[in-house]
């Protein structure tokens, strides 16, 4: 199983991790509709095996949600 995992900047899930599993490695990250209905792709991205994470961007996301999931994205892939 290969995972990605993903932490949601601004909505309603700001903060949020959320695991997806697939059977075979996926080369690019998920995009995820929040639970407002809104798409949220991926900004940043750190690949690795058997997991790679992604920070995923609401529209209504402020800089500061942006930078702490980042940071938190970095912190968790070390």
């Known amino acids: 199983m290969f995972r990605w995992i993903s932490?949601?900047?601004?909505?309603?899930?700001?903060g949020?991790?959320?695991i997806?599993?697939?059977y075979?490695?996926?080369?690019?990250p998920p995009s995820l509709r929040a639970e407002d209905g809104k798409i949220c792709?991926?900004?940043a991205t750190r690949t690795g095996?058997?997991?790679?994470?992604?920070?995923?961007?609401h529209p209504a996301a402020t800089h500061?949600?942006?930078e702490r999931a980042?940071?938190?994205?970095?912190e968790e892939s070390l």
Do not use: K, T, W, Y
């Open 20 to 22: 997806r599993e697939f």
């Open 70 to 74: 980042v940071d938190r994205m970095l």
């Open 24 to 28: 075979d490695a996926r080369p690019s």
């Open 41 to 43: 792709c991926a900004i």
């Open 7 to 14: 932490i949601m900047a601004g909505g309603p899930q700001d």
């Open 49 to 57: 095996v058997p997991a790679s994470h992604c920070v995923l961007v």
């Open 64 to 66: 500061e949600q942006i």
């Open 16 to 18: 949020e991790r959320l």
